[in-house]
């Protein structure tokens, strides 16, 4: 393992998205630089679709959610 060398400003957003997504900062940019990887890979397809491709073959399953009718 190495050390990365980013921007202060992109450190900063990093910090502050971690607490959003209750993940380390180590974890938040591991999981945007796997998206971005299979974004870059994947260029056809959107983030939505990659996020229910990978939890796919993680084995999860999540219930489609209904539109109500108001």
Same mark, same amino acid.
């Given at each position: 393992?190495?050390?990365?060398?980013?921007? #202060? #400003?992109?450190? #900063?957003?990093? !910090?502050? $998205?971690?607490?959003?997504?209750c993940r380390s900062i180590n974890a938040q940019a $591991?999981?945007?630089?796997?998206?971005?990887?299979?974004?870059?890979?994947?260029?056809?397809?959107?983030?939505? $679709?990659?996020? /229910?491709?990978?939890? !796919?073959a993680a084995g999860v399953s999540a219930p489609s959610?209904?539109?109500? /009718? $108001?």
């Amino acid at each position: 393992m190495g050390i990365v060398s980013i921007e #202060d #400003d992109l450190h #900063d957003q990093l !910090r502050r $998205a971690s607490k959003v997504s209750c993940r380390s900062i180590n974890a938040q940019a $591991a999981y945007w630089i796997k998206i971005g990887m299979l974004c870059e890979a994947n260029p056809t397809l959107g983030f939505t $679709a990659i996020i /229910e491709r990978e939890l !796919r073959a993680a084995g999860v399953s999540a219930p489609s959610l209904a539109l109500s /009718e $108001a």
